[in-house]
Structures are given as C-alpha cells and as structure tokens.
C-alpha cells in the first residue's frame, strides 16, 4: 500500500473554491443533482411510494445510456445520454459478475454520441435533442457504469452539461440552442510513491500535461491564472487493484 502525506499543488496564480450548489431561478425545480439545496430533500410534496404501476405520471425511452441525474427548469426536464452501438448500461448485480470481462475489455472501437434531451415535465413528451460531442474516449469504464455519468445542471435559463470522457463542457438555452462550448481536455501528473511509506508530492500545476482522448497535447501549457476549480483523480499505472491513502491535499500560491 502507498501512502501520501500531502499532496502540494503549487501555482503562480491561483484560486480553489468549491460549489456546494447552483443559484436557480424561481423557474427551477431541480437544479442540479439531489436538488436544490444538495441534500436529495424537495420542497414540493410527492408521493411516499411509487412503482412502474403506482403513482408514476408518465416514463419515456432515452436512447443509449447513462448515470447522470436529470433536472428540471420550468415545464422542461433535461438529461443526458451517451449513444452508442457497442455499450449499454447493465444493472449493478450483473456488472459486478461481468468484471472478469471489464478487465479483459478495450475502450470503444466507434465513436459515441454524447446528447442532451430535453423532455416535456408534463407528458413525458421529446421537445428537442442535442449532440454535443462525438468521440472514442480512451479508456473503458465498468460494465454497470455509463459514459454519461455527470449529471447536468440549470439555472433556470440555460441547461450546462460536461462528458468528461471527451472533456467537453457546453451550455445550451432552454431551446437547445448552442450558447457556448469549450473543449476542456485534462491535465495530468505523475508521480512516484514508496510502499509502505508516506512520502509528500509537490504538483507544481504549470507542469502538468494536457491530454485528450488519452494522448498528450504539444505545446498546450496550463495557465495557472485560468485555474478556477480543481478535480483530482489518482490512478495506478498498472492494471488491477490498488490501495492508496492520502493525509490531506493543499492547493497554494508560491507566495503562501
């Protein structure tokens, strides 16, 4: 097992914050994901149980697959789903007995639509649809996962919706209309550890390496003063199981 006392993230300029939840609109029910305030609790009140048959208004067929949790603004609910002919969702008990094959498997051969649909609250009914990205992530993801698995968020006047598989965030108007989109890419660093020792890491963030699709960017610096939010996902290089523990992380200006 490693151990990371500290994991120091270092840059010329640079602001952490953290969003515990999105302003909404009056017009917004549901937000973002566990609702408005975060906490999965709805004002509104709703039935204590429901079913397939019991107290259900209306089900619709989304085409492809995917984790994330829809919202709602106004009479529009909004979700979104990861198209593709080689990948479906399975249910947790089953994808949990296909690991051996997970293990065993390769990122998609064909490239996956990645949409946005945008539903009637009333009825269930498909308003629009919206293909924001095309692409073949690197990597593969477990049988019971999705590569839709971030849910979107609204402000009650546009719908924000980010695939991290090809590291695409875009905003769109309740019409689904195009606002704006940015093709965020990923930065990553590496580093060693000590088995059965801690040891700390210094990440200075002008370092790292943008990445797309898996593959390194040339000449695609990151600016520290661009830096507003920070992710971090730690990974081993070789396949199978790890353990990894880490005492705390701290994002700091030279300066500090």
Excluded at 64 to 70: K, T, V, Y
Excluded at 159 to 183: K, P, Q, S
Aim: charged share 20%.
């Amino acid at each position: 097992m490693a151990r990371i006392t500290a994991v120091v993230l270092g840059a010329a300029c640079f602001s952490f914050t953290v969003s515990m939840g999105l302003a909404a609109s009056p017009d917004s029910q549901w937000p973002q994901f566990r609702g408005p305030s975060g906490n999965g609790v709805a004002a509104q009140p709703h039935p204590s149980q429901w079913n397939a048959n019991k107290n259900r208004a209306w089900s619709a067929d989304i085409a492809g697959g995917g984790w994330s949790s829809p919202v709602a603004a106004g009479d529009r609910v909004f979700v979104t789903t990861a198209v593709s002919q080689e990948f479906s969702p399975k249910g947790f008990g089953e994808g949990v007995s296909s690991m051996r094959s997970f293990f065993n498997s390769k990122p998609p051969k064909e490239p996956i639509s990645f949409e946005v649909h945008c539903l009637s609250l009333s009825d269930g009914k498909l308003l629009w649809k919206k293909e924001v990205a095309s692409g073949k992530p690197a990597h593969k993801i477990h049988p019971s996962n999705s590569y839709a698995t971030e849910s979107p968020a609204t402000d009650g006047k546009h719908i924000y919706a980010y695939f991290a598989a090809v590291g695409v965030v875009v905003c769109l108007d309740l019409d689904g209309e195009l606002v704006w989109t940015r093709d965020l890419g990923a930065y990553r660093s590496k580093f060693k550890t000590k088995k059965d020792e801690w040891i700390e890491v210094h990440l200075p963030v002008e370092e790292f390496a943008a990445t797309w699709f898996g593959r390194v960017i040339p000449n695609q610096a990151l600016d520290p003063t661009e830096v507003t939010g920070l992710g971090i996902l730690l990974g081993d290089k070789k396949a199978g199981p790890f353990k990894l523990e880490i005492d705390w992380i701290k994002a700091f200006r030279p300066s500090e």
